[in-house]
């Protein structure tokens, strides 16, 4: 039995930009494609989908996965042991933050501003989750020296810049969630959104960091690394590739 794109998406719950790009990354490519360009999955395909699937629920990044459904046993356990450990490291981050958090909300809750102890340990949770999550690719991109700058501005943050940081996020995503459906990033909304995003970089950023080129850079980086990507398509679908081509409008690109 052969199915469309389509027809495998729908069966899946997977969109067809991700069954896309998992054939431009070469972790699931098509049975056949037609002259026309069509491609067709048969139940071979539907079965590697399926596992997929379930790696990617258990947090198995992409790359882990293609080598996981493409080696023997011995190296799919060591892949599987040490995606335990850093579950494990995780979980103790985790507990760590719900611990901070649960004493910024009594405090507030009390009447009791969130005092500069409270916050420094708040930042050094975001600095550990950020490393674990995406430091490997973005220091491959910018180096070592530009994201230890960074991540140095971003453990001397006061509580102002932080939350205008936090207020900037919740702004863009709010922005995306409403005009993403519109595809017209080169139109003011758009527009908005790439300049609101320019703002957060140089809020967040060490000061003379920030330029065009590397604001570019992260955009397409967030095209192309699994988890920025999912971070963006859980706000709407589609807002990755809408706001690289939103912030390459504002360039003039």
């Known amino acids: 039995m052969k199915y469309s794109i389509g027809q495998l998406a729908k069966l899946s719950g997977v969109s067809t930009r991700t069954l896309r790009f998992y054939d431009e990354i070469n972790l699931l490519k098509p049975a056949e494609v037609l002259p026309n360009g069509y491609r067709q999955y ?27 459904v493409s080696t023997d046993g011995v190296e799919h356990e060591a892949i599987m042991v040490n995606h335990l450990q850093l579950l494990q490291q995780e979980k103790e981050r985790i ?23 409270d916050f420094e340990a708040f930042k050094r949770e975001k600095l550990v989750g950020n490393e674990a999550k995406y430091g490997k690719e973005i220091r491959e991109k910018y180096g070592e020296d530009t994201i230890n ?35 017209n990033p080169s139109g003011p909304e758009g527009q908005k959104i790439a300049k609101k995003h320019a703002d957060f970089l140089r809020a967040a950023w060490p000061k003379g960091l920030f330029d065009e080129e590397k604001h570019l850079g992260l ?35």
Not at 42 to 68: C, P, S, T
Not at 96 to 116: P, Y
Not at 168 to 182: G, R
Request: negative net charge; glycine residues 4%; hydrophobic residues 35%.
């Open 42 to 68: 048969g139940v071979e395909e539907l079965a590697l989908l399926h596992q997929i699937l379930v790696y990617r629920e258990l947090g198995f990044e992409l790359n882990d996965i293609k080598e996981m």
């Open 95 to 117: 507990e760590r933050l719900i611990q901070s958090v649960e004493t910024v909300m009594r405090k507030n809750k009390e009447g009791i501003a969130m005092n500069e102890k």
């Open 149 to 183: 700058q960074s991540n140095q501005h971003f453990s001397k943050l006061d509580q102002t810049t932080y939350k205008k940081i936090e207020a900037l996020t919740t702004e863009i995503n709010d922005l995306l969630k409403v005009h993403v459906a519109n595809n």
């Open 219 to 253: 955009a397409y980086m967030y095209t192309q690394d699994e988890r920025f990507k999912d971070y963006y398509e859980n706000i709407a679908e589609g807002a990755t590739d809408y706001l690289f081509e939103a912030v390459k409008v504002l360039y003039g690109k």
